[in-house]
């Protein structure tokens, strides 16, 4: 067992039937412009909590926040969609409340019966949510006898329902989902197999610096792409033409790269390109290192970088894979993170994909079953391998 889940108790070790149990679930689902779940990815996720609750007789209340609504509560923003969905996938009823808090949802969930499940409408409506408001925080404890956390994706959040909820239950949980996102991320973190290697891509090199820093304490080899690498390849003195580059984080990557020199990891950047005049043209070119014009954006890795990065890949014991290695929601951009996404699913390691969109990558090249982890939180899984706390989890502390 893993020390993040040390003296954090787990859902199928408590005594929940006929009790009100709180889930906090992640059903921040992505909504189609007529509101209908257009990957009911996270909902499914949370079926395996809400299902042994339901079999064992628990009365279930889900919460959850969705989107950000500004001040008050946004019809486009409701919960009902997710609350739709899960009744089809579970075959029964789902009872949405009008407010998460108040005398409402006080009634449906007094009146909720074994085995049946309510949904409280999005906990954001209430400002009190992010501000992690104690009397806000009290007033969903009203609703509850146990409280289990099933939200990995919201737990690096200090949000009312993550942090002080749990705080005011006197009984609490993770749920199935967190757990296994636990021992899956916590393994990465603690005596991970070598080679051990990390794949890091994506929009900026400012978003991921710490994640980098501290990876690169625990890997054998790095292998960056996407935006990410057109910065590094600049601090190497590349013409990137009118690629993405943060021009303010030349010295940062100069100094990532002399520090993995020093402690022996080894940084692949990648060795050709695709480049295009616009992200909108219909194809690519590939060009070396070195020839990227003036007018070219770097779009993609080329192939010979995928064939570099693979045969690093081929043999790793530990693959940890963030941000995808180029423009892959276009059609022409997406040679590079399939290839690499392929290679890590085939280098026989324990792999794991982190990061809402190098997941849709995994997905879109139809390689999730083939990973060892998918995980549902991008920057949670990213806080974890960064060694910070994520209160939420140490909310569930006894
Ligand atoms: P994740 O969500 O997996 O953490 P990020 O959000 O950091 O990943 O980055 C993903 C975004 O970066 C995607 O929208 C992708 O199109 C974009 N991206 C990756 N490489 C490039 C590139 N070379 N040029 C422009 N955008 C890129
Ligand atoms: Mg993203």
């Known amino acids: 067992m893993v020390a993040l889940l040390d003296r954090v108790a787990t859902v199928d070790t408590l005594e929940v039937a006929s009790r009100r149990v709180l889930v906090r679930v992640d059903f921040n689902v992505p909504l189609t412009p ?90 954001r409506f209430h400002p009190e949510e992010e501000a992690n408001d104690e009397g806000f925080a009290r007033e969903l404890a009203r609703l509850c006898d146990i409280y289990v956390n099933d939200a990995f994706g919201a737990v690096h959040r200090a949000h009312a329902s993550v942090d002080a909820l749990p705080r005011a239950v006197p009984q609490r ?14 393994s990465l973190v603690q005596s991970a197999p070598k080679p051990y290697i990390a794949v890091l891509g994506g929009a900026k090199v400012s978003d991921k610096i710490e994640v980098i820093e501290a990876l690169l304490a625990r ?34 990557a100069r100094d990532v790269l002399e520090r993995a020199h020093a402690r022996k990891v080894a940084i692949e950047l990648p060795v050709d390109l695709v480049v295009a005049e616009s992200v909108s043209a219909s ?32 043999g790793a014991k530990t693959v940890f894979w963030n941000g995808p290695m180029g423009l892959f929601e276009k059609a022409p951009f997406a040679a590079g993170s399939i290839g690499v996404a392929r290679a890590i699913a085939s280098s026989g390691g324990f792999t794991v994909v982190g990061g809402g969109d190098s997941v849709a990558a995994v997905h879109q090249a139809g390689l999730g079953e083939k990973f060892s982890h998918v995980s549902t939180g991008g920057g949670a899984s990213l806080e974890l391998l960064e060694g910070r706390k994520l209160p939420g989890v140490e909310a569930l502390r006894q």
């Open 219 to 252: 890997v054998d080899a790095l292998l960056i792409g996407g935006a990410m690498a057109n910065t590094f390849l600049a601090a190497r003195g590349k013409p990137m033409g009118k690629s993405l580059v943060e021009g303010d984080k030349l010295a940062t």
């Open 34 to 123: 007529e509101g209908q779940v257009s990957d009911d990815t996270r909902i499914r996720e949370a079926l395996p909590t809400i299902k042994l609750l339901i079999e064992k007789g628990a009365r279930v209340v889900l919460a959850s926040h969705l989107g950000r609504p500004k001040k008050g509560p946004e019809a486009k923003f409701s919960l009902a969609p997710a609350g739709e969905r899960l009744a089809e996938l579970l075959g029964q009823e789902i009872i949405l409340t009008d407010d998460c808090i108040g005398d409402g949802a006080k009634k449906v969930v007094t009146d909720l019966r074994e085995g049946r499940v309510a949904l409280l409408e999005n906990l």
């Open 283 to 314: 194809e690519g070119r590939v060009v070396d290192i070195e020839s990227v014009g003036p007018n070219d954006m770097a779009l993609d890795i080329g192939p010979k970088s995928v064939a570099a990065f693979s045969a690093r890949l081929f």
């Open 173 to 186: 949980a993770a749920g199935l989902l967190l757990r296994r996102e636990l021992e899956a991320l916590g």
